[in-house]
């Protein structure tokens, strides 16, 4: 009888103990999806972020992450987003345009003269509107990122003055500013997933394409392109969106881990970010393409042909809101 005992209390012990080093039975298992390849600061954000939130929530929450186009491209993420396949997604603001068209009002040309100011805007006021507006299309804002100034490549001519962009045949983001922007210079503006763009342009389907520094060398672009401008024609934010529905079924601890763990996960990509670029910058160049100014002339020239694409957006969207983007931004 003693041994029974002992024996009885000596699996409670043990069953106990195992109980301490099991996953929780109320864990959730969260699906995070990206665009951006492994190296890219995006990536990594999300790599802090799932271990802040596995962290914050004792293991209550998992986060599986799927970076680099491993569940499809951009759109295909977005619209997962938005069934709810996928908890959350990690790309460019261009791709939620077609959902929340306000979003091409931090899209508009020349809108932004340093990251600094861009990065205000989407914290303020601007950014709250935003959130507002995805809200009712079934997302919940988690943040703003920076992906950087945009600069067009190609491979037929150097571009040094609107008469070089004339003709060229360049893939766009599905952004209708950005469309709009193009044919104002005269180009043939294509838009196309970004999954679908280094075949495109080695094939000569397009003679080039405009992106930021970073994403043109971790993607390699430079291998099928020529000429490198530092046109930074738009400035481009990395955002971060989740299912509404499906945010909302956390519990309030949860949701908050989420939140402030993107939080800090987007304050060290925007630094991060913003350290780097002269280096991805520099790397195109050793790589061999090659790289012209843009002279403040050209610039200007640049800005006065896209001028009219402002009332083509206030005819689109809430010209306040427009109105509200240009005011800030110049502050």
């Known amino acids: 009888m003693k041994f029974r005992r002992t024996l009885l209390l000596s699996l409670t012990i043990m069953l106990g103990m195992a ?10 298992r969260l699906r995070v999806a990206g665009n951006f390849p492994n190296d890219h600061t995006a990536s990594k954000m999300m790599e802090i972020f799932k271990k802040e939130v596995e962290a914050k929530t004792n293991g209550e929450l998992q986060i599986d992450l799927f970076p680099n186009m491993q569940l499809g491209g951009a759109s295909e993420n ?3 987003v938005r069934s709810g396949t996928v908890f959350a997604v990690v790309t460019s603001i261009a791709y939620f345009s077609r959902i929340v068209p306000e979003f091409e009002a931090v899209s508009l040309p020349f809108l932004f003269s340093n990251r ?7 914290d303020g006021p601007v950014g709250q509107q935003f959130d507002a507006l995805l809200a009712k299309k079934g997302f919940i ?3 703003y990122g920076e992906l950087g100034f945009r600069n067009i490549t190609n491979n037929v001519r150097p571009i040094t003055s609107v008469e070089d962009i004339k003709g060229l045949k360049i893939r766009l983001q599905p952004n209708e500013v950005h469309m709009q922007t193009f044919r104002a210079l005269g180009a043939n ?16 389907v397009l003679d080039g394409h405009e992106n930021p520094y970073n994403i043109i060398a971790s993607r390699r672009f430079n291998e099928v392109q020529i000429y490198l401008s530092d046109s930074g024609h738009f400035y481009d934010f990395i955002m971060a969106a989740a299912n509404k529905r499906l945010f909302e079924k956390l519990t309030k601890p ?10 800090d996960a987007m304050a060290w990509q ?8 002269d280096g991805w910058k520099q790397k195109l160049i050793d790589s ?3 790289f012209t100014a843009i002279s403040p002339e050209a610039r200007t020239q640049f800005r006065n042909s896209t001028s009219g694409v402002v009332d083509g957006l206030k005819k689109r969207i809430d010209p306040g809101l427009v109105d509200v983007v240009i005011i800030e931004s110049t502050k």
């Open 189 to 204: 503006p294509v838009a196309m997933d970004i999954k679908e763009v280094y075949s495109a342009m080695q094939q000569g």
């Open 78 to 80: 977005v619209d997962q």
């Open 270 to 277: 925007r630094a991060e970010a913003a350290k780097i670029d």
């Open 254 to 263: 949860q949701q908050k881990a989420v939140l402030d763990s993107m939080k």
């Open 288 to 290: 061999g393409m090659k």
């Open 116 to 122: 600094d100011t861009a990065l205000r805007v989407m």
């Open 141 to 143: 804002g988690l943040g």
């Open 19 to 28: 109980s301490l080093h099991a996953p929780s039975s109320a864990q959730q």
